[in-house]
């Protein structure tokens, strides 16, 4: 009897779980199937009270009209170039400097490495001003330079790298230097690889913030040629506010890139995020 | 402190020979963009907070009447008040919500990467393409919100764009957008209490609820400050939803600290007084940090 009655509890205490789980999920989740479901209404469904989730029919014509229509095309390729550089030059400083700061013996390094350390907390904000005025003074404003130079740098980046790197036995270093390596090449042969895992996360966790970044090009840049995805999205939906069924399909295409990228590799981000809220 | 006891780690001095050469070769071109895009940059800001600036005519020292202003400037106050009233409606309820969710995520079996990956959704999302769905959501004639408030009885809400509900509405997408981070951080706390612990309590009796009262709450202590902390260290940064939504209005009643910064630096093109500004906002999250810090050794010390 106490048994089965242990089992029904077990059971009901399942079924509370799943069900808070899942009112949470669709919470979360709803916006974006509407999001979905809305990029393939016609203009008229989207004003229908009470809302459909469904459209009568679907339209596709929403997608062909966000690169008819906006220089979406445009938006999608300047932030595939301002990402892709950000997440290959950062994801390459930060392995070199964490391993320096990690296995290398220098004067002066532990200084330098706690001076790394405590800009992390440092908001965005305090340093944006002053490189506003110093692209501005060079001349880089309103160019994917003024996105791409600054975050080709990441302190973030180089202490996570070097996290790994101090994982990295003494040993291998020793031999390999015995073996006529330089730290150069002991850097780029053996250890580089070895750092795989972390690199991807950092990778994912860069492209991330580059590819969803709206604070720094809205700062840097006005000609609407240079735009980026997340500002050209937010000029889209200022010009057409109302014509929400090509906004939504430009958000889902908008999305898709760091979508893909999550499900093909959710413990990535995760780990990635853990390790930014972490770095202290 | 775990960040000195790591620095200590490395091998010590003697022990292996000195590359200062190749240390420096391969550790320049992070530095150089160390010191351009990072260091110097928040020195001229300092700097740059006791002079005039319009990017027209020359800088001009004036000392501390940017602070003073800053005290004086009602708008300040206004807006670092929506701060505070921003960052209160959004900490605690984020905190408690994203604990529960870890709880319940903790405890079952089947489908724990969906719920993750669903509940970690909105956190990989870009705020404008987020802007653009809640603000159809909020729509006071079409809108999904008015729509399911209504089987409650709720009599429809103009949002966004009226004065008394702007910083509300902004704290649901910011709740809405920070519970998956949050959760994942109480998700790997809630992985490092040992099992012991919950079989001792079950051994002696107790019940779930007194099981996560007694033994998960207080062994959770870390990690809840943990992201407290860094919950209120984001919404004191709070911006592109705000610029994105409402633009701070209607009127001031949205308008939060880093919306005031950026409209002084690059709307009024009052450099100096934007330099003020973001000292002010360094100056609260280096308390939070501190604050920070010393607990979690505290509380290191403790456990």
């Not at chain 2, 973001?278 to 050794?297: D, P, Q, S």
Request: hydrophobic share 50%; aromatic share 16%.
């Amino acid at each position: 009897m106490l048994k089965a009655g242990i089992k029904r509890n077990k059971i009901i205490r399942g079924i509370i779980l799943y069900a808070i789980l899942s009112i949470g999920a669709a919470t979360m989740l709803v916006p974006f199937i509407w999001m979905l479901s809305s990029s393939f209404k016609s203009l008229n469904e989207v004003f229908v009270y009470p809302p459909k989730l469904f459209g009568e029919k679907i339209v596709w014509q929403n997608y062909k009209q966000i690169s008819s229509r906006f220089n979406f095309f445009s938006y999608f390729c300047n932030s595939a170039i301002v990402s892709a550089w950000v997440v290959v030059v950062q994801v390459l400083t930060s392995a070199t400097a964490g391993y320096v700061f990690a296995k290398l013996n220098f004067k002066g390094r532990d200084k330098i490495f706690i001076l790394y350390l405590a800009t992390m907390m440092v908001p965005f904000h305090v340093t944006v001003i002053t490189n506003f005025l110093q692209m501005s003074r060079y001349g880089l404003v309103n160019t994917l330079w003024s996105l791409m130079l600054p975050a080709s740098v990441s302190a973030f980046g180089t202490f996570m790298m070097r996290q790994f790197f101090i994982t990295v036995p003494n040993e291998l270093i020793e031999s390999a230097k015995m073996d006529g390596c330089n730290p150069f090449m002991t850097f780029i042969m053996i250890c580089f690889p070895l750092a795989k895992s972390t690199i991807a996360t950092l990778a994912i966790f860069c492209f991330m913030n580059t590819w969803n970044d709206y604070f720094t090009p809205l700062v840097y840049l006005n000609d609407e040629r240079k735009y980026t995805l997340p500002i050209g999205l937010a000029a889209m939906k200022g010009m057409y506010s109302t014509n929400w069924p090509v906004l939504m399909a430009a958000s889902v295409v908008a999305v898709f890139p760091v979508l893909i990228a999550f499900l093909l590799a959710q413990d990535a981000f995760v780990k990635g995020v853990m390790m930014s809220g972490l770095k202290d | 402190m775990e960040r000195t006891a790591q620095v200590k780690r490395t091998p010590k001095k003697g022990a292996l020979k000195r590359d200062d050469g190749w240390a420096w070769v391969m550790l320049l071109p992070n530095v150089i963009g160390f010191l351009m895009f990072m260091l110097i940059p928040m020195v001229a800001t300092f700097v740059l907070s006791f002079m005039e600036y319009d990017m027209l005519s020359a800088p001009k020292f004036v000392g501390l009447q940017n602070y003073k202003d800053m005290i004086e400037d009602p708008i300040t106050r206004q807006v670092t008040w929506n701060t505070i009233v921003y960052t209160i409606l959004t900490v605690p309820v984020g905190m408690v919500l994203s604990l529960l969710l870890a709880v319940a995520l903790d405890s079952i079996n089947y489908l724990k990467r969906f719920f993750r990956g669903a509940y970690f959704l909105p956190s990989i999302t870009s705020m404008v393409v987020i802007s653009i769905v809640w603000q159809w959501i909020y729509n006071p004639e079409y809108g999904l919100m008015n729509f399911f408030l209504s089987f409650f009885g709720v009599s429809p809400k103009k949002w966004l764009t009226s004065s008394s509900t702007s910083l509300i509405s902004l704290a649901i997408v910011g709740i809405w957008k920070r519970l998956g981070y949050d959760m994942v951080i109480f998700l790997s706390g809630l992985q490092g209490i040992s099992t012991n612990y919950y079989e001792a309590a079950q051994l002696d009796g107790a019940n779930k609820f007194q099981i996560f009262w007694h033994i998960t709450i207080p062994l959770l202590r870390p990690t809840t400050f943990f992201v407290f902390v860094m919950a209120i260290i984001g919404s004191f940064q709070v911006f592109d939803q705000v610029q994105l939504m409402t633009q701070g209005g209607p009127g001031r009643s949205s308008s939060v600290l880093v919306h005031y910064l950026y409209q002084n630096a690059f709307q009024y093109f009052k450099m100096g007084y934007a330099c003020a500004l973001a000292y002010l906002l360094f100056a609260i999250v280096l308390v939070l940090t501190v604050i920070n810090m010393r607990t979690e050794k505290k509380m290191r010390e403790t456990f």
